[in-house]
């Protein structure tokens, strides 16, 4: 070889050599590595929410005035208490920390220090001179003008079903409703006919239930309301007789050999027969009852009907929904006759999202009603008359909704209600504090920041505290005047420093177009506190597109879902709300009706495209996505639908086929009765699609979802001859999520399909320390 071939040569060598230095390194040594898990581990949960400090202010309101105290965490560890006189505009310490320190020690006769009570809540009288607290089942009282604490009297038990006069309790003893006359002991009998499956002030029951007290028929407490006066209550009759049930099966209990087996309601979508509540009145002096004058109660889930009484016990409401959620009522009952009165009558087509609504209110004593619904096209607020039963005045309008009632002040006139997408230029998932006249006049905006606004008023309702934060944006406590909003004073703001010294960085916010090209939608994005923008980055979407709200978070949070954990393995990970969430026009919403399959993904794919668009180190051919429960579907759906873009998904808890989940949740999207659209969205259906990697996981005492989804799912898949990793997480029920091995395992997974490195061996998560 010549000398100038071997020059050649040489410079070919060192090229090679120089862009294997700058790639294989990296991607072997940065990413995925012991380290990387270890610094994961650093952002889970509680481990990431300790390095903020005061992230959450949370006033207690003295009595029935404008002062109240909170509790303030310390730098240096430890708290302290303030007291707050929003009238007076002053905020000090609670009490002398010092001087009580010393007088709780010497009564309980231990140590304590200033900033670290045995108690993080107490009561304080009015007058500011009694303090009482709770503190391992012992309640102290302590005298702040002499700062002298002594043991104190044990604060009456809290029986269930006790009438508010305190003289009886009621109860279920063999499927039949009793009271008790809590004094004397006496006790009457008030039903002779209950049985089994026609038992009497007892809610369909959940099997976590039936598995913590090891029996079908476990004790509960008696589903009764009582009157104010305490001459009547109100209970009612389940008839599950032909209802469908699910058997739940305990394969590994930890106290014997033999698998334990529980039987229980639990309402399909299919189902003709469904468990049903019969309401009754039941007169205590009288020990007569009453059936209510009203069609049996269709029961879609757990639980049963619940009933309000007005102040003045002349009557009491309840809320019917029909089985294809396409009407609502508001019922007036009388507690003498059981006639019923209708007050409002909801009804939408194709359906009622009962889940984001925010409810009603009663205004003097039920003579007004607000009622929410969406039936211009946006969530808004309507007036009705109680007593008449009709619409007085839509009092909240415009292209924007009302998120919650907060307040209503009686004597002004003037209700206080949360509300997003008001305010032009701004994420219209963020909420806002305003107030309005009920006569639908002075609308106001009290909380003017661009942040997500969580209040708290005080009892008079001329003050509140403001908790205010963005994703991207440190809280800030404030307190200001309910009548405009003004700022009194600021209490606090988060201390991030620590979180931040972590390399932490917040998540960034961001805007996209729909599948559309015109519609807004929106999201986050959480990096790498390593970020290196000259790599390229696999991505991980968190999803969860369940119709009933928006998920992407909006307010500050050091941990959320995982999302931070996962990016400090090497990802970049996104979340967006697509078409068919809440909180937003009836017609964004509405695009989810029977058409649960669609999740927005669309929506969810341009954004991604977008972003990575704007950000080249986000490597759009190695995609992968994780979520739990109808998340858990998401994920999976996503890989059987759109193969081309989603490569690696992990799917916990799934609904794989909505006719095997609970009708309360699915025919509210998909319809009833069932129609095709059923069989054509389950990832049953689709299993021969699968084409990338996916990990399943499910609780094997799941009461929500049925591990069957999941088996019917995992039993195609073998049918359709795919490969696919299956975890049944035993003993454990549908919150799962962020149990440390299947955190563990899920970050395994994508790291050894997204990565393409082997997880670090023996690694185990634990709540704090490393895993050297």
Same mark, same amino acid.
């Given at each position: 070889?010549?000398?100038?071939?071997?020059?050649?040569?040489?410079?070919?060598?060192?090229?090679?050599?120089?862009?294997?230095?700058?790639?294989?390194?990296?991607?072997? $040594?940065?990413?995925?590595?012991?380290?990387?898990?270890?610094?994961?581990?650093?952002?889970?949960?509680?481990?990431?929410?300790?390095?903020?400090?005061?992230?959450?202010?949370?006033?207690?309101?003295?009595?029935?005035?404008?002062?109240?105290?909170?509790?303030?965490?310390?730098?240096?560890?430890?708290?302290?208490?303030?007291?707050?006189?929003?009238?007076?505009?002053?905020?000090?310490?609670?009490?002398?920390?010092?001087?009580?320190?010393?007088?709780?020690?010497?009564?309980?006769?231990?140590?304590?220090? !200033?900033?670290?009570?045995?108690?993080?809540?107490?009561?304080?009288?009015?007058?500011? @001179?009694?303090?009482?607290?709770?503190?391992? $089942?012992?309640?102290?009282?302590?005298?702040?003008?002499?700062?002298?604490?002594?043991?104190?009297?044990?604060?009456?038990?809290?029986?269930?079903?006790?009438?508010?006069?305190?003289?009886?309790?009621?109860?279920?003893?063999?499927?039949?409703?009793?009271?008790?006359?809590?004094?004397?002991?006496?006790?009457?009998?008030?039903?002779?006919?209950?049985? @089994?499956?026609? /038992?009497?002030?007892?809610?369909?029951?959940?099997?976590?239930?039936?598995?913590?007290?090891?029996?079908?028929?476990?004790?509960?407490?008696?589903?009764?309301?009582?009157?104010?006066?305490?001459?009547?209550?109100? $209970?009612?009759?389940?008839?599950?007789?032909?209802?469908?049930?699910?058997?739940?099966?305990?394969?590994?209990?930890?106290?014997?050999?033999?698998? =334990?087996?529980?039987?229980?309601?639990?309402?399909?979508?299919?189902?003709?027969?469904?468990?049903?509540?019969?309401?009754?009145?039941?007169?205590?002096?009288?020990?007569? #009852?009453?059936?209510?004058?009203?069609?049996?109660?269709?029961?879609?889930?757990?639980?049963?009907?619940?009933?309000?009484?007005?102040?003045?016990?002349?009557?009491?409401?309840?809320?019917?929904?029909? #089985?294809?959620?396409?009407?609502?009522?508001?019922?007036?009952?009388?507690?003498?006759?059981? =006639?019923?009165?209708?007050?409002?009558?909801?009804?939408?087509? !194709?359906?009622?999202?009962?889940?984001?609504?925010?409810?009603?209110?009663?205004?003097?004593?039920?003579?007004?009603?607000?009622? =929410?619904?969406? @039936?211009?096209?946006?969530?808004?607020?309507?007036?009705?008359?109680?007593?008449?039963?009709?619409?007085?005045?839509?009092?909240?309008?415009?292209?924007?909704?009302?998120?919650?009632?907060?307040?209503?002040?009686?004597?002004?006139?003037?209700?206080?209600?949360?509300?997003?997408?008001?305010?032009?230029?701004?994420?219209?998932?963020?909420?806002?504090?305003?107030?309005?006249?009920?006569?639908?006049?002075?609308?106001?905006?009290?909380?003017?920041?661009?942040?997500?606004?969580?209040?708290?008023?005080?009892?008079?309702?001329?003050?509140?505290?403001?908790? +205010?934060?963005?994703?991207?944006?440190?809280?800030?406590?404030?307190?200001? #005047?309910?009548?405009?909003?003004?700022?009194?004073?600021?209490?606090?703001?988060?201390?991030?420093?620590?979180?931040?010294?972590?390399?932490?960085?917040?998540?960034?916010?961001?805007?996209?177009?729909? #599948?559309?090209?015109?519609?807004?939608?929106?999201?986050?994005?959480?990096?790498?506190?390593?970020?290196?923008?000259?790599?390229?980055?696999?991505?991980?979407?968190?999803?969860?597109?369940?119709?009933?709200?928006?998920?992407?978070?909006? =307010?500050?949070?050091?941990?959320?879902?995982?999302?931070?954990?996962?990016?400090?393995?090497?990802?970049?990970?996104?979340?967006?709300?697509?078409?068919?969430?809440?909180?937003?026009?009836?017609?964004?919403?509405?695009?989810?009706?029977?058409?649960?399959?669609?999740?927005?993904?669309?929506?969810?794919?341009?954004?991604?495209?977008?972003?990575?668009?704007?950000?080249?180190?986000?490597?759009?051919?190695?995609?992968?996505?994780?979520?739990?429960?109808?998340?858990?579907?998401?994920?999976?759906?996503?890989?059987?639908?759109?193969?081309?873009?989603?490569?690696?998904?992990?799917?916990?808890?799934?609904? +794989?086929?909505?006719?095997?989940?609970?009708?309360?949740?699915?025919?509210?999207?998909?319809?009833?009765?069932?129609?095709?659209?059923?069989?054509?969205?389950?990832?049953?259906?689709?299993?021969?699609?699968?084409?990338?990697?996916?990990?399943?996981?499910?609780?094997?005492?799941?009461?929500?979802?049925?591990?069957?989804?999941?088996?019917?799912?995992?039993?195609?898949?073998? /049918?359709?001859?795919?490969?696919?990793?299956?975890?049944?997480?035993?003993?454990?029920?549908?919150?799962?999520?962020?149990?440390?091995?299947?955190?563990?395992? @899920?970050?395994?997974?994508?790291?050894?399909?997204?990565?393409?490195?082997?997880?670090?061996?023996?690694?185990?998560?634990?709540?704090?320390?490393?895993?050297?």
């Amino acid at each position: 070889m010549t000398s100038s071939k071997r020059i050649r040569a040489l410079r070919l060598t060192l090229v090679v050599a120089a862009i294997l230095a700058l790639i294989v390194p990296r991607a072997a $040594s940065a990413q995925g590595t012991r380290d990387d898990y270890a610094r994961a581990q650093r952002f889970l949960g509680a481990n990431a929410d300790g390095l903020v400090l005061n992230q959450q202010i949370t006033p207690n309101w003295i009595g029935g005035t404008d002062r109240f105290w909170y509790r303030r965490e310390l730098a240096e560890r430890g708290e302290e208490f303030v007291l707050v006189d929003a009238a007076r505009g002053t905020r000090g310490p609670a009490f002398d920390h010092g001087q009580l320190a010393q007088a709780v020690g010497q009564a309980m006769q231990r140590a304590v220090s !200033p900033t670290a009570f045995p108690f993080d809540a107490f009561q304080l009288t009015e007058d500011g @001179r009694q303090l009482s607290f709770t503190s391992d $089942s012992v309640r102290w009282e302590c005298d702040l003008s002499r700062y002298t604490c002594a043991r104190g009297a044990a604060p009456p038990a809290a029986l269930p079903g006790r009438s508010p006069d305190g003289q009886w309790q009621a109860f279920v003893r063999d499927h039949d409703l009793w009271i008790r006359r809590i004094e004397s002991g006496a006790e009457i009998r008030l039903t002779q006919d209950g049985e @089994r499956e026609r /038992a009497w002030a007892t809610p369909v029951t959940s099997p976590t239930i039936m598995v913590r007290d090891r029996t079908e028929q476990p004790a509960q407490n008696a589903a009764v309301f009582w009157a104010p006066d305490s001459r009547r209550l109100v $209970s009612y009759r389940v008839d599950s007789r032909g209802a469908g049930t699910l058997s739940m099966v305990v394969h590994a209990p930890r106290d014997q050999i033999r698998p =334990a087996h529980y039987t229980y309601n639990y309402p399909l979508p299919p189902d003709t027969v469904m468990p049903t509540a019969e309401l009754f009145v039941f007169d205590v002096d009288a020990r007569s #009852r009453t059936a209510v004058r009203t069609a049996p109660i269709t029961l879609q889930y757990y639980g049963g009907p619940s009933v309000t009484w007005s102040d003045d016990g002349r009557q009491f409401y309840v809320m019917v929904t029909d #089985r294809g959620y396409t009407q609502r009522q508001l019922l007036a009952i009388d507690p003498v006759s059981g =006639a019923s009165r209708l007050l409002v009558d909801e009804r939408n087509e !194709p359906f009622l999202n009962t889940y984001a609504n925010v409810a009603h209110r009663y205004v003097r004593d039920g003579r007004e009603v607000l009622w =929410a619904s969406e @039936r211009d096209g946006w969530m808004h607020l309507y007036l009705y008359d109680g007593d008449a039963g009709r619409l007085v005045r839509q009092v909240t309008r415009g292209e924007w909704v009302v998120r919650g009632i907060v307040r209503v002040d009686e004597t002004a006139r003037v209700l206080y209600f949360l509300g997003g997408g008001r305010e032009a230029g701004r994420d219209p998932y963020l909420q806002h504090l305003y107030r309005i006249g009920l006569d639908g006049t002075g609308l106001r905006l009290l909380t003017p920041e661009d942040a997500e606004h969580a209040v708290s008023f005080s009892p008079t309702g001329a003050y509140f505290v403001d908790n +205010h934060s963005r994703a991207d944006l440190a809280p800030v406590a404030v307190l200001r #005047r309910a009548a405009d909003g003004a700022q009194v004073m600021e209490l606090e703001r988060a201390d991030i420093s620590r979180l931040l010294a972590t390399g932490w960085k917040y998540p960034e916010p961001f805007a996209a177009k729909a #599948r559309d090209g015109v519609t807004d939608v929106y999201g986050l994005i959480w990096r790498p506190t390593t970020l290196d923008p000259s790599r390229r980055y696999p991505i991980v979407e968190t999803i969860y597109t369940g119709p009933q709200n928006f998920f992407t978070p909006k =307010a500050f949070s050091a941990w959320r879902n995982h999302a931070q954990t996962i990016a400090e393995l090497g990802f970049i990970v996104v979340q967006v709300d697509g078409l068919g969430t809440a909180r937003r026009s009836w017609k964004f919403h509405a695009h989810t009706w029977k058409n649960l399959g669609d999740q927005g993904l669309p929506d969810h794919i341009a954004a991604i495209r977008q972003m990575a668009a704007k950000y080249p180190y986000m490597d759009l051919t190695r995609v992968g996505i994780f979520g739990h429960s109808a998340g858990g579907y998401d994920a999976t759906h996503a890989l059987l639908t759109h193969p081309e873009f989603y490569k690696v998904g992990v799917s916990s808890a799934g609904n +794989h086929d909505h006719r095997l989940d609970k009708a309360v949740w699915n025919t509210q999207w998909m319809g009833w009765p069932i129609g095709p659209e059923y069989h054509e969205q389950s990832n049953v259906t689709l299993a021969a699609n699968l084409q990338g990697k996916l990990l399943l996981a499910h609780g094997d005492v799941d009461e929500n979802v049925p591990v069957s989804a999941t088996l019917r799912l995992a039993d195609a898949l073998i /049918a359709a001859n795919k490969d696919f990793d299956l975890i049944i997480m035993t003993n454990r029920a549908h919150g799962f999520g962020s149990d440390p091995y299947f955190v563990r395992r @899920r970050w395994d997974f994508f790291v050894k399909h997204l990565l393409g490195v082997d997880p670090p061996a023996d690694f185990r998560i634990t709540e704090q320390g490393s895993n050297d």
